[in-house]
């Protein structure tokens, strides 16, 4: 079965290896912000130019440079300022309103909010305690203020019994990975697929009641620890509304007319959203992404690579960003994508200039040769939005350290304007899941290096006198979460 292939597992690697020293050198050429905008600098895609990448970094920097610190501050409040009560309830942008134009101006001084998208089919294995790779690439030099995390194929021992209170473990995990400066605003989680929407713990009071919805494409309960189907998450900040869906669709070559169906299933069957004010007659339709100023779609979509599996082998060999784009060529989401037959209005995140992110031997950076699954784009992020140009994406990659799955991690890092709003929306109020917010923040302090060398001392041999340091100890990770502020 193999033999006709001839492939030698060190050209199976240059593969990975190409488009790692390929991320490193976008990374290296990336122009940073300064230290003083809201939001993170992330590697310039490869389809703009390097003068084009230089401008938009100049402009972003005299932007920032006229505004106030990106990290956020109590200012003095006129007492006259409170008397008079001087803005409409539901008005848009008057003085003295929670969302509207001079609170937005304070709290983001661009009117830009970064937004880190993730996908991940975590093949019903762990993934890694730590998540730096994925939520804190070392190309991004500052936090999103939302992080959206969407996985598949979620570990089935991360969920209980009787479905409530799932994947806690790795909920915990992405807390500890984030730390103190975010919040989880919410999670949804329908067999084993599962969304989270992490947020800076200051936008918590600007964002409306998040509201969420399930689609599941194998309703029989014998089919729900290979879940198929899709979950969304939806609310606003400030005026701009935000849709977060993620989905696993069909799987093989062989099915990419179910793909296409589910896509227009799942279109039709999500109800969001319900809570908001009356939509404008604009955004009134039978499809969900027509409702919402920004909409963000990703997960392991399933779509594959139309070529002989050893033809495709032999291009990846090549391991250059030409031999990339010339397996997009016939890649079944691209062909569909120009024709129109889904996703109406999205753009895909930006170039892909990374390896096919399926199928890999678990533990390696080589694919699957046994299985002869043709190496495929699986995972993938895309956007849609209202208004021209409110949504820039300034990085989309994949992990290739990640090797616990047959999958590989996708990210991408956006940036979107955001519009002032009214008062009178459904609003959130500063309501954050508290509990996995101080277990994150223990488990993060007791993977400090302090206790570790508390740790490493308690647990000396017992032939070796040492004095009785578990008081110590149990005090220290007590009051782990707030000597981690306290560091932060």
Not at 186 to 209: A, N, Q
Not at 369 to 379: G, H, K
Not at 408 to 414: C, T
Request: hydrophobic share 30%; charged share 25%; aromatic share 8%.
């Amino acid at each position: 079965m193999i033999g006709e292939q001839k492939v030698d597992e060190t050209q199976n690697q240059n593969v990975i290896k190409s488009s790692e020293s390929s991320a490193k050198s976008r990374k290296s050429s990336s122009t940073s912000l300064p230290s003083t905008a809201p939001t993170y600098s992330g590697t310039p895609t490869t389809s703009k130019s390097s003068s084009s990448t230089s401008s938009r970094a100049k402009s972003a920097s005299s932007s920032s440079s006229s505004s106030s610190s990106g990290s956020y501050k109590i200012h003095k409040i006129e007492a006259t300022k409170a008397r008079s009560r001087n803005f409409i309830f539901g008005a848009i942008g008057h003085e003295g309103s929670l969302l509207g134009e001079d609170e937005l101006k304070n709290v983001l001084p661009r009117g830009i909010v970064s937004v880190h998208l993730v996908t991940w089919n975590m093949g019903n294995r762990s993934g890694p305690d730590n998540w730096n790779e994925i939520l804190l690439p070392s190309g991004n030099d500052y936090l999103a203020e939302i992080y959206a995390i969407g996985t598949q194929e979620t570990p089935s021992t991360s969920f209980s019994s009787n479905g409530s209170n799932g994947n806690r473990d790795l909920t915990v995990n992405l807390q500890s990975t984030l730390g103190p400066s975010h919040v989880l605003l919410h999670s949804v989680s329908l067999g084993v697929l599962s969304l989270f929407i992490f947020i800076r713990r200051e936008l918590i009071w600007y964002v409306s009641i998040p509201e969420d919805c399930v689609f599941n494409s194998r309703p029989k309960a014998t089919n729900m620890v290979k879940t198929k189907g899709a979950l969304a998450i939806s609310f606003t900040l400030f005026g701009t509304s935000m849709l977060f869906l993620n989905c696993h669709l069909p799987a093989h070559a062989n099915r990419n007319q179910d793909r296409l169906d589910d896509y227009v299933k799942i279109c039709r069957s999500i109800d969001l959203p319900r809570n908001l004010r009356p939509l404008k007659p604009s955004y009134q339709s039978t499809d969900v992404t027509s409702r919402f100023d920004v909409v963000f779609w990703f997960g392991d979509l399933n779509f594959r690579i139309e070529q002989k599996y050893t033809d495709a082998l032999r291009m990846l060999t090549k391991a250059s960003l030409t031999s990339f784009e010339l397996l997009l060529n016939e890649d079944q989401l691209r062909k569909a994508l120009n024709k129109g037959d889904i996703f109406h209005g999205f753009n895909e995140a930006s170039t892909i200039d990374f390896a096919p992110t399926y199928k890999y031997r678990i533990g390696s950076d080589g694919f699957d040769l046994l299985s002869e699954r043709v190496p495929s784009y699986t995972d993938r992020i895309l956007y849609r939005s209202k208004r021209k140009d409110q949504v820039d994406c300034l990085t989309y990659d994949c992990v290739t350290s990640i090797k616990t799955s047959d999958h590989r991690p996708v990210y991408a890092l956006m940036e979107i304007k955001v519009k002032p709003g009214r008062d009178d929306a459904p609003l959130n109020a500063g309501l954050f899941n508290r509990e996995i917010y101080l277990e994150g923040l223990k488990k993060r302090g007791s993977e400090h290096p302090i206790v570790e060398h508390y740790r490493q001392s308690v647990d000396e041999p017992d032939d070796k006198p040492v004095d009785d340091d578990s008081d110590k100890y149990d005090s220290l990770i007590k009051d782990i979460p707030s000597a981690v502020c306290l560091l932060m």
